[in-house]
């Protein structure tokens, strides 16, 4: 599913760069010069964001652990 949809969108890109050079070459200069950055921007972005989900689900888990131990063993908490 995802190579589909890497085509698709890789065709549509290709697609409009050539309508840009046939209508106007500098618009196709220029999204040939954005497009990249942006990519290469959205990369990143992603790349961190994937880290900080990670560190926030391993929290996550961490605390879900400790209430269920609470839940669980409550007389042994109590002193």
């Given at each position: 599913?995802q190579l589909g949809h890497f085509l698709s969108s890789f065709a549509t890109?290709?697609?409009?760069?050539?309508?840009?050079?046939?209508?106007?070459?500098?618009?196709?200069?220029?999204?040939?010069?954005?497009?990249?950055?942006?990519?290469?921007?959205?990369?990143?972005?992603?790349?961190?964001?994937?880290?900080?989900?990670?560190?926030?689900?391993?929290?996550?888990?961490?605390?879900?652990?400790?209430?269920?131990?609470?839940?669980?063993?409550?007389?042994?908490?109590?002193?």
């Amino acid at each position: 599913m995802q190579l589909g949809h890497f085509l698709s969108s890789f065709a549509t890109f290709f697609s409009g760069i050539l309508i840009a050079a046939i209508c106007c070459w500098e618009v196709a200069l220029l999204s040939l010069l954005v497009v990249p950055m942006i990519l290469v921007i959205g990369a990143t972005y992603t790349k961190k964001m994937n880290t900080v989900s990670t560190v926030k689900l391993l929290y996550l888990s961490e605390a879900t652990t400790m209430v269920e131990q609470v839940h669980i063993y409550p007389a042994q908490n109590i002193g």
